[in-house]
């Protein structure tokens, strides 16, 4: 986010603002909105498949970022 200088105060802004420039615009793929992503951890009860799925998830979305953000310093 520090590319596009987005500044927000909040969690919910982050997750709002990631959307907006990154996964409206086509920039990062996604399959849905990074706020579903995110937030699904409110919206399911806590299980050990769920957070099997949840931490893979993030761990794939992370090294993602983490290319992105390696390609942007290269060029």
């Not at 500044?7 to 409206?24: C, P, R, S």
């Not at 409110?42 to 090294?63: D, G």
């Amino acid at each position: 986010m520090l590319d596009k200088k987005a500044n927000v105060g909040t969690q919910i802004g982050m997750i709002n603002k990631f959307d907006e420039l990154y996964v409206a615009t086509g920039e990062f793929a996604l399959d849905g909105a990074f706020s579903d992503l995110v937030l699904q951890i409110n919206k399911n009860e806590p299980s050990e498949e769920f957070a099997t799925t949840y931490r893979k998830q993030a761990e794939a979305f992370l090294a993602n970022v983490k290319a992105k953000r390696e390609a942007l310093v290269q060029s």
